[in-house]
Protein backbone atom coordinates (compact mmCIF):
# COMPACT_ATOMS: atom_id res chain seq x y z
CA UNK A 1 0.00 0.00 0.00
CA UNK A 2 1.27 3.50 -0.65
CA UNK A 3 3.36 4.88 2.14
CA UNK A 4 2.49 8.88 3.20
CA UNK A 5 5.99 8.97 4.41
CA UNK A 6 8.56 10.81 2.20
CA UNK A 7 11.66 9.69 4.27
CA UNK A 8 14.31 7.30 3.87
CA UNK A 9 15.33 4.34 3.10
CA UNK A 10 12.36 3.56 1.40
CA UNK A 11 8.72 3.86 2.16
CA UNK A 12 7.75 0.51 3.92
CA UNK A 13 7.61 -2.35 1.51
CA UNK A 14 8.51 -0.52 -1.32
CA UNK A 15 10.52 -3.85 -2.71
CA UNK A 16 7.87 -5.91 -2.28
CA UNK A 17 5.40 -3.35 -3.84
CA UNK A 18 7.76 -3.31 -7.38
CA UNK A 19 8.05 -7.28 -7.25
CA UNK A 20 4.03 -7.81 -6.66
CA UNK A 21 2.03 -5.12 -7.25
CA UNK A 22 0.36 -4.55 -10.76
CA UNK A 23 0.04 -8.52 -11.85
CA UNK A 24 -2.54 -11.43 -10.98
CA UNK A 25 -0.84 -14.97 -11.89
CA UNK A 26 -4.53 -16.60 -11.22
CA UNK A 27 -5.95 -14.55 -14.25
CA UNK A 28 -3.39 -15.58 -16.52
CA UNK A 29 -3.45 -18.79 -16.17
CA UNK A 30 -0.64 -18.81 -13.64
CA UNK A 31 2.09 -17.37 -15.90
CA UNK A 32 4.23 -14.33 -13.73
CA UNK A 33 3.68 -11.54 -15.83
CA UNK A 34 0.42 -10.43 -17.40
CA UNK A 35 0.89 -11.13 -21.43
CA UNK A 36 0.87 -8.36 -23.97
CA UNK A 37 -2.84 -7.50 -24.59
CA UNK A 38 -2.73 -6.46 -28.37
CA UNK A 39 -6.58 -5.07 -28.95
CA UNK A 40 -8.95 -2.76 -30.20
CA UNK A 41 -11.91 -4.04 -30.39
CA UNK A 42 -14.09 -5.64 -27.04
CA UNK A 43 -16.72 -7.79 -28.07
CA UNK A 44 -19.73 -7.65 -25.55
CA UNK A 45 -22.81 -10.14 -25.16
CA UNK A 46 -25.83 -8.33 -24.57
CA UNK A 47 -26.75 -5.07 -24.99
CA UNK A 48 -26.53 -4.59 -21.07
CA UNK A 49 -22.76 -5.23 -20.68
CA UNK A 50 -22.70 -2.86 -24.02
CA UNK A 51 -24.44 -0.29 -22.08
CA UNK A 52 -22.42 -1.14 -18.53
CA UNK A 53 -20.19 1.85 -18.17
CA UNK A 54 -18.37 0.17 -15.23
CA UNK A 55 -16.82 -2.71 -17.43
CA UNK A 56 -13.53 -1.81 -17.10
CA UNK A 57 -12.00 -2.89 -20.81
CA UNK A 58 -14.46 -1.63 -23.14
CA UNK A 59 -12.19 -0.22 -25.96
CA UNK A 60 -8.16 -0.61 -26.83
CA UNK A 61 -7.46 3.19 -26.42
CA UNK A 62 -8.79 2.89 -22.58
CA UNK A 63 -6.42 -0.18 -21.90
CA UNK A 64 -5.80 -3.49 -20.91
CA UNK A 65 -5.21 -5.48 -17.87
CA UNK A 66 -1.53 -4.37 -18.83
CA UNK A 67 -2.62 -1.08 -18.82
CA UNK A 68 -3.95 -1.07 -15.13
CA UNK A 69 -1.24 -2.92 -13.72
CA UNK A 70 1.48 -0.36 -14.53
CA UNK A 71 -1.09 2.52 -13.43
CA UNK A 72 -1.51 0.93 -10.25
CA UNK A 73 1.95 0.05 -9.82
CA UNK A 74 2.61 3.71 -10.17
CA UNK A 75 0.44 5.02 -8.33
CA UNK A 76 1.03 3.08 -5.40
CA UNK A 77 4.79 4.24 -5.59
CA UNK A 78 3.72 8.00 -5.69
CA UNK A 79 0.55 7.90 -3.28
CA UNK A 80 -1.57 9.07 -5.93
CA UNK A 81 -5.35 8.51 -6.21
CA UNK A 82 -5.20 7.62 -9.89
CA UNK A 83 -2.32 7.36 -13.03
CA UNK A 84 -2.66 7.35 -17.01
CA UNK A 85 -0.17 6.56 -19.49
CA UNK A 86 0.85 8.61 -22.24
CA UNK A 87 2.93 7.66 -25.46
CA UNK A 88 6.07 9.74 -23.68
CA UNK A 89 7.02 11.76 -21.11
CA UNK A 90 6.37 14.81 -23.45
CA UNK A 91 3.10 13.47 -23.97
CA UNK A 92 2.55 12.78 -20.30
CA UNK A 93 3.37 16.61 -19.62
CA UNK A 94 1.36 18.17 -22.43
CA UNK A 95 -1.87 15.78 -21.07
CA UNK A 96 -1.89 17.09 -17.92
CA UNK A 97 -0.87 20.76 -18.51
CA UNK A 98 -3.87 20.69 -20.44
CA UNK A 99 -5.67 18.97 -17.78
CA UNK A 100 -5.42 21.94 -15.41
CA UNK A 101 -5.21 25.20 -18.10
CA UNK A 102 -7.99 26.82 -20.10
CA UNK A 103 -7.52 29.66 -22.80
CA UNK A 104 -7.12 32.90 -20.38
CA UNK A 105 -5.42 31.23 -17.78
CA UNK A 106 -1.77 31.66 -17.19
CA UNK A 107 0.86 28.99 -16.04
CA UNK A 108 3.97 29.38 -13.84
CA UNK A 109 7.00 27.16 -14.75
CA UNK A 110 10.50 26.96 -12.83
CA UNK A 111 12.92 28.79 -15.79
CA UNK A 112 15.16 25.32 -14.88
CA UNK A 113 12.41 22.93 -16.59
CA UNK A 114 13.09 20.44 -19.31
CA UNK A 115 13.55 22.86 -22.20
CA UNK A 116 10.57 20.81 -24.55
CA UNK A 117 7.70 21.88 -21.26
CA UNK A 118 9.11 25.01 -22.46
CA UNK A 119 8.12 25.02 -25.72
CA UNK A 120 5.19 23.44 -25.56
CA UNK A 121 4.27 26.29 -23.14
CA UNK A 122 5.85 28.92 -25.79
CA UNK A 123 3.93 27.27 -28.73
CA UNK A 124 1.06 25.54 -28.52
CA UNK A 125 -0.23 26.38 -25.16
CA UNK A 126 0.49 30.17 -26.11
CA UNK A 127 -2.03 29.67 -29.02
CA UNK A 128 -4.45 28.05 -27.40
CA UNK A 129 -4.31 31.40 -24.87
CA UNK A 130 -2.72 30.27 -22.02
CA UNK A 131 0.46 32.22 -21.32
CA UNK A 132 3.06 31.30 -19.67
CA UNK A 133 5.87 33.49 -16.92
CA UNK A 134 8.91 31.30 -15.64
CA UNK A 135 10.45 31.97 -12.44
CA UNK A 136 13.56 32.04 -10.57
CA UNK A 137 13.79 27.87 -9.66
CA UNK A 138 14.64 28.72 -6.26
CA UNK A 139 11.82 30.87 -5.42
CA UNK A 140 10.25 28.62 -2.61
CA UNK A 141 7.40 30.55 -0.75
CA UNK A 142 7.96 33.66 -2.74
CA UNK A 143 6.30 32.52 -5.16
CA UNK A 144 3.05 33.49 -3.41
CA UNK A 145 4.24 37.16 -4.74
CA UNK A 146 4.00 36.55 -7.99
CA UNK A 147 0.79 34.95 -8.77
CA UNK A 148 -1.94 36.78 -10.83
CA UNK A 149 -5.33 36.47 -10.77
CA UNK A 150 -5.48 34.21 -13.68
CA UNK A 151 -2.52 31.69 -12.64
CA UNK A 152 -3.85 28.42 -12.37
CA UNK A 153 -0.90 25.94 -12.48
CA UNK A 154 2.60 25.97 -11.12
CA UNK A 155 5.01 23.60 -12.89
CA UNK A 156 7.81 22.50 -11.07
CA UNK A 157 10.91 20.13 -11.95
CA UNK A 158 12.76 18.74 -8.94
CA UNK A 159 15.98 19.12 -9.63
CA UNK A 160 15.84 21.20 -13.08
CA UNK A 161 17.40 17.93 -15.60
CA UNK A 162 19.90 19.63 -16.79
CA UNK A 163 21.31 21.54 -13.84
CA UNK A 164 20.27 20.40 -10.77
CA UNK A 165 17.90 23.42 -8.86
CA UNK A 166 16.10 21.57 -5.97
CA UNK A 167 12.89 23.62 -5.60
CA UNK A 168 11.27 24.06 -2.42
CA UNK A 169 7.87 22.25 -2.90
CA UNK A 170 6.45 22.37 0.91
CA UNK A 171 7.00 26.01 0.70
CA UNK A 172 5.46 26.44 -2.81
CA UNK A 173 2.73 24.84 -2.27
CA UNK A 174 1.71 25.88 1.34
CA UNK A 175 2.15 29.78 -0.10
CA UNK A 176 -0.37 28.16 -2.90
CA UNK A 177 -2.84 26.82 -0.52
CA UNK A 178 -6.38 27.84 -0.92
CA UNK A 179 -5.64 28.83 -4.63
CA UNK A 180 -6.96 27.94 -7.19
CA UNK A 181 -3.78 26.38 -8.37
CA UNK A 182 -2.63 23.17 -9.48
CA UNK A 183 0.86 22.24 -8.65
CA UNK A 184 2.51 20.29 -10.98
CA UNK A 185 5.79 18.07 -10.85
CA UNK A 186 8.66 16.59 -13.31
CA UNK A 187 10.07 13.52 -10.89
CA UNK A 188 11.54 11.52 -13.65
CA UNK A 189 15.18 12.18 -12.24
CA UNK A 190 14.37 10.73 -8.57
CA UNK A 191 11.45 7.98 -9.36
CA UNK A 192 9.16 7.67 -6.56
CA UNK A 193 11.56 5.83 -5.00
CA UNK A 194 13.67 8.79 -3.59
CA UNK A 195 11.17 11.55 -3.44
CA UNK A 196 7.27 11.94 -3.49
CA UNK A 197 5.61 15.11 -4.70
CA UNK A 198 2.39 14.16 -3.67
CA UNK A 199 3.45 14.11 -0.16
CA UNK A 200 5.36 17.18 0.02
CA UNK A 201 1.89 18.96 -1.12
CA UNK A 202 2.02 18.68 -5.20
CA UNK A 203 -0.83 18.07 -6.97
CA UNK A 204 0.05 16.02 -10.15
CA UNK A 205 3.69 14.31 -10.87
CA UNK A 206 4.58 13.41 -13.89
CA UNK A 207 7.31 10.59 -15.05
CA UNK A 208 9.24 10.12 -18.23
CA UNK A 209 8.94 6.44 -18.09
CA UNK A 210 11.54 6.50 -20.92
CA UNK A 211 14.16 6.76 -18.42
CA UNK A 212 14.28 5.14 -15.41
CA UNK A 213 11.15 3.37 -15.74
CA UNK A 214 12.05 1.22 -18.38
CA UNK A 215 15.56 1.59 -17.68
CA UNK A 216 17.03 0.45 -20.80
CA UNK A 217 16.41 2.44 -23.80
CA UNK A 218 14.41 0.74 -25.88
CA UNK A 219 10.88 2.57 -24.97
CA UNK A 220 8.93 5.43 -24.82
CA UNK A 221 6.56 6.16 -22.66
CA UNK A 222 4.97 8.86 -20.15
CA UNK A 223 2.76 8.66 -16.86
CA UNK A 224 0.61 11.04 -14.80
CA UNK A 225 -0.03 10.45 -11.49
CA UNK A 226 -2.56 12.81 -9.71
CA UNK A 227 -4.54 13.34 -6.01
CA UNK A 228 -7.87 13.28 -5.68
CA UNK A 229 -8.68 16.81 -6.47
CA UNK A 230 -6.72 17.03 -9.83
CA UNK A 231 -7.62 12.87 -10.97
CA UNK A 232 -11.38 13.79 -12.51
CA UNK A 233 -10.11 16.34 -15.13
CA UNK A 234 -7.09 14.82 -15.62
CA UNK A 235 -8.65 11.38 -16.94
CA UNK A 236 -11.63 13.17 -18.96
CA UNK A 237 -8.70 15.40 -20.58
CA UNK A 238 -6.71 12.07 -21.90
CA UNK A 239 -9.63 10.46 -22.71
CA UNK A 240 -10.61 12.83 -25.13
CA UNK A 241 -7.40 13.76 -26.33
CA UNK A 242 -7.04 10.00 -27.34
CA UNK A 243 -3.63 9.61 -25.44
CA UNK A 244 -2.90 5.83 -25.20
CA UNK A 245 0.35 3.69 -24.99
CA UNK A 246 0.78 0.72 -26.88
CA UNK A 247 0.78 -2.84 -24.94
CA UNK A 248 4.34 -3.61 -26.04
CA UNK A 249 5.73 -0.52 -24.63
CA UNK A 250 3.32 -0.62 -21.70
CA UNK A 251 4.58 -4.47 -21.26
CA UNK A 252 8.35 -3.36 -21.36
CA UNK A 253 7.88 -0.38 -18.87
CA UNK A 254 6.13 -2.86 -16.40
CA UNK A 255 9.19 -5.04 -16.78
CA UNK A 256 11.24 -2.88 -15.88
CA UNK A 257 9.74 -1.53 -12.63
CA UNK A 258 10.41 -4.94 -11.58
CA UNK A 259 14.33 -4.29 -11.12
CA UNK A 260 13.92 -0.44 -10.39
CA UNK A 261 15.13 -0.63 -6.87
CA UNK A 262 17.93 -2.36 -7.32
CA UNK A 263 18.95 0.04 -10.56
CA UNK A 264 18.58 2.88 -8.76
CA UNK A 265 20.56 2.20 -6.00
CA UNK A 266 23.05 0.88 -8.20
CA UNK A 267 22.88 4.29 -10.29
CA UNK A 268 22.64 6.35 -6.95
CA UNK A 269 25.88 5.02 -5.63
CA UNK A 270 27.77 5.41 -9.44
CA UNK A 271 26.34 8.66 -10.12
CA UNK A 272 27.44 9.85 -6.51
CA UNK A 273 31.04 8.58 -6.89
CA UNK A 274 31.54 10.14 -10.01
CA UNK A 275 30.34 13.22 -8.92
CA UNK A 276 32.97 12.93 -6.25
CA UNK A 277 35.64 11.77 -8.74
CA UNK A 278 34.92 14.96 -10.51
CA UNK A 279 35.10 17.09 -7.56
CA UNK A 280 38.51 16.00 -6.81
CA UNK A 281 40.04 16.36 -10.42
CA UNK A 282 42.55 19.60 -11.11
CA UNK A 283 40.86 22.03 -13.78
CA UNK A 284 37.00 21.02 -13.16
CA UNK A 285 35.48 24.56 -12.28
CA UNK A 286 31.77 22.87 -10.64
CA UNK A 287 30.04 19.63 -10.00
CA UNK A 288 26.46 20.53 -9.87
CA UNK A 289 25.30 16.72 -8.21
CA UNK A 290 22.40 17.82 -5.28
CA UNK A 291 23.97 15.10 -3.23
CA UNK A 292 27.06 16.29 -2.96
CA UNK A 293 27.79 18.74 0.23
CA UNK A 294 29.09 21.27 -2.52
CA UNK A 295 25.74 22.17 -3.74
CA UNK A 296 23.96 25.15 -2.80
CA UNK A 297 20.08 22.99 -2.56
CA UNK A 298 22.16 20.68 -0.85
CA UNK A 299 19.92 21.28 2.86
CA UNK A 300 16.79 20.99 1.01
CA UNK A 301 17.58 17.69 -1.00
CA UNK A 302 18.72 16.32 2.51
CA UNK A 303 15.51 17.10 3.90
CA UNK A 304 12.88 16.30 0.90
CA UNK A 305 15.05 13.39 -0.60
CA UNK A 306 15.92 9.97 0.37
CA UNK A 307 18.12 9.10 -2.60
CA UNK A 308 19.43 10.71 -6.06
CA UNK A 309 19.40 9.77 -9.28
CA UNK A 310 21.64 8.76 -12.03
CA UNK A 311 22.23 12.03 -13.57
CA UNK A 312 24.26 15.21 -12.49
CA UNK A 313 26.33 17.67 -14.77
CA UNK A 314 30.03 19.34 -14.39
CA UNK A 315 31.62 22.29 -15.57
CA UNK A 316 35.22 23.17 -17.40
CA UNK A 317 36.45 26.42 -17.73
CA UNK A 318 35.59 28.37 -20.77
CA UNK A 319 36.62 27.26 -23.82
CA UNK A 320 36.13 27.63 -28.15
CA UNK A 321 33.65 24.87 -29.56
CA UNK A 322 36.98 22.62 -30.90
CA UNK A 323 37.51 22.12 -27.57
CA UNK A 324 34.23 20.39 -26.32
CA UNK A 325 34.44 18.26 -29.46
CA UNK A 326 37.95 17.42 -28.26
CA UNK A 327 36.43 15.85 -25.27
CA UNK A 328 33.32 14.25 -26.78
CA UNK A 329 34.42 12.96 -30.18
CA UNK A 330 37.14 10.56 -28.59
CA UNK A 331 35.28 9.24 -25.67
CA UNK A 332 34.98 5.52 -25.77
CA UNK A 333 32.61 4.60 -22.99
CA UNK A 334 30.65 7.52 -22.53
CA UNK A 335 27.44 8.01 -25.48
CA UNK A 336 26.74 11.23 -26.85
CA UNK A 337 22.70 11.55 -27.12
CA UNK A 338 19.41 13.06 -25.45
CA UNK A 339 18.04 10.60 -23.09
CA UNK A 340 19.06 8.53 -20.18
CA UNK A 341 18.04 6.17 -17.85
CA UNK A 342 19.28 3.23 -19.65
CA UNK A 343 22.30 0.62 -18.66
CA UNK A 344 24.97 2.52 -20.66
CA UNK A 345 26.30 5.74 -19.54
CA UNK A 346 25.76 8.85 -21.62
CA UNK A 347 27.40 12.07 -22.05
CA UNK A 348 25.76 15.95 -23.30
CA UNK A 349 27.21 19.33 -23.98
CA UNK A 350 24.83 21.97 -23.21
CA UNK A 351 24.97 25.93 -22.59
CA UNK A 352 21.79 26.66 -20.28
CA UNK A 353 22.89 30.32 -21.15
CA UNK A 354 20.87 30.17 -24.14
CA UNK A 355 17.71 28.68 -22.72
CA UNK A 356 17.07 30.40 -19.49
CA UNK A 357 14.75 33.73 -19.45
CA UNK A 358 13.98 34.43 -16.10
CA UNK A 359 16.97 34.60 -14.16
CA UNK A 360 20.41 34.57 -16.08
CA UNK A 361 22.96 31.38 -16.11
CA UNK A 362 25.64 32.88 -15.08
CA UNK A 363 28.62 29.92 -14.85
CA UNK A 364 30.80 30.87 -17.63
CA UNK A 365 32.24 27.33 -18.88
CA UNK A 366 30.85 24.61 -20.70
CA UNK A 367 28.83 22.39 -19.03
CA UNK A 368 28.69 18.55 -19.59
CA UNK A 369 25.95 16.65 -18.32
CA UNK A 370 26.51 12.70 -17.82
CA UNK A 371 24.35 9.82 -17.23
CA UNK A 372 26.17 7.01 -15.02
CA UNK A 373 25.58 3.31 -16.23
CA UNK A 374 26.68 0.26 -15.43
CA UNK A 375 30.04 0.45 -16.83
CA UNK A 376 33.14 -0.64 -14.52
CA UNK A 377 34.00 2.28 -12.85
CA UNK A 378 37.61 2.56 -13.43
CA UNK A 379 36.91 2.52 -17.33
CA UNK A 380 34.18 5.29 -16.84
CA UNK A 381 36.54 7.37 -14.78
CA UNK A 382 39.40 6.98 -17.10
CA UNK A 383 37.08 7.95 -20.08
CA UNK A 384 36.07 10.95 -18.30
CA UNK A 385 40.34 12.02 -17.53
CA UNK A 386 41.21 11.37 -21.48
CA UNK A 387 38.12 14.26 -22.25
CA UNK A 388 39.38 16.52 -20.07
CA UNK A 389 42.60 16.39 -20.66
CA UNK A 390 42.27 16.32 -24.71
CA UNK A 391 39.62 18.99 -23.83
CA UNK A 392 42.42 21.49 -22.04
CA UNK A 393 45.11 20.78 -24.85
CA UNK A 394 42.88 21.74 -27.49
CA UNK A 395 41.85 25.04 -25.25
CA UNK A 396 45.60 25.76 -24.98
CA UNK A 397 45.47 26.05 -21.36
C1 LIG B 1 13.25 12.98 -21.28
C2 LIG B 1 12.51 13.83 -20.33
C3 LIG B 1 11.17 14.15 -20.56
C4 LIG B 1 10.44 13.72 -21.81
O1 LIG B 1 10.30 12.36 -21.90
P1 LIG B 1 10.16 11.60 -23.33
O2 LIG B 1 9.73 10.25 -22.90
O3 LIG B 1 11.49 11.68 -23.97
O4 LIG B 1 9.11 12.34 -24.11
C5 LIG B 1 10.51 14.90 -19.63
N1 LIG B 1 11.15 15.35 -18.53
C6 LIG B 1 12.43 15.08 -18.28
C7 LIG B 1 13.06 15.60 -17.04
C8 LIG B 1 13.17 14.31 -19.17
O5 LIG B 1 14.46 14.08 -18.95
Not at 166 to 184: C, F, K, S, V, W
Not at 211 to 233: E, I, Q, W
Amino acid sequence: MPSSSNKPPYPAGIETLLTHAGRVPSDQAGFVNTPVYRGSTVVFETLDALEDNSIRYRYGRQGTPLTTGLEDIVSQLEGAEGTVLAPSGVAAISTALLSCLSAGDEVLITDSVYQPTRDLADTVLKRLGVSARFFDPRMGAGIAEIVSDTTRAVFLESPGSLTFEIQDIPAITGALRGMDITTLVDNSWATPLFYRPLALGADIVIHSGTKMFVGHSDVMLGTVSANARALPNLKKTHRSLGITASPDDTYLTTRGMRTLAVRMAEHRDRALELARWLEAQEGVSAVLHPALSSHPDHALFARDFSGSGSLFSFVLPPAPRAAIAAFVDELSLFGMGYSWGGFESLILPSRPANIRTAVPWTETGNLFRVHVGFEDMEGLEADLAGGISRYFKAAGM
